[in-house]
């Protein structure tokens, strides 16, 4: 069984940065890519980042292009969403989720506020 365990959400003034980790356990390496996804209020949830754990490959929501930055650590199980210049738009629940052949699991989820 996998568990995704999501951290580093917060309150932030827009222009600043936040930091999201997303630590998992249990048999994370056969995952083909993890990523980040939010959900706002009356929204669907949308991608945000994903990066593959073969070739490391990222891809980004245009929204957020030049702005969030998606690594992982594989000796930690761990996948981070570098956030800068946070804009209020930010403001969402952000989930980590891991991408297998057969099926995806998802975290609890982290809130992020950005206020204006």
């Known amino acids: 069984q996998v568990q995704l365990v999501e951290s580093g959400g917060g309150l932030v003034q827009a222009g600043r940065s936040l930091r999201l980790s997303c630590e998992g356990s249990?048999?994370?390496?056969?995952?083909?890519?993890m990523g980040w996804y939010r959900q706002a209020p009356g929204k669907q949830r949308e991608l945000v980042a994903i990066?593959?754990?073969?070739?490391?490959?990222?891809n980004y929501a245009d929204s957020v292009k030049g702005r969030f930055t998606i690594a992982r650590d594989s000796a930690k199980n761990t996948v981070y969403l570098q956030m800068n210049s946070l804009k209020p738009d930010d403001t969402a629940v952000y989930y980590c989720?891991?991408?297998?052949?057969?099926?995806?699991?998802w975290g609890q989820g982290t809130q992020v506020t950005v206020s204006s």
């Open positions: 989720m891991a991408a297998f052949s057969a099926n995806n699991y």
């Open positions: 249990g048999t994370i390496f056969g995952a083909n890519a």
């Open positions: 990066i593959t754990v073969r070739s490391s490959t990222t």
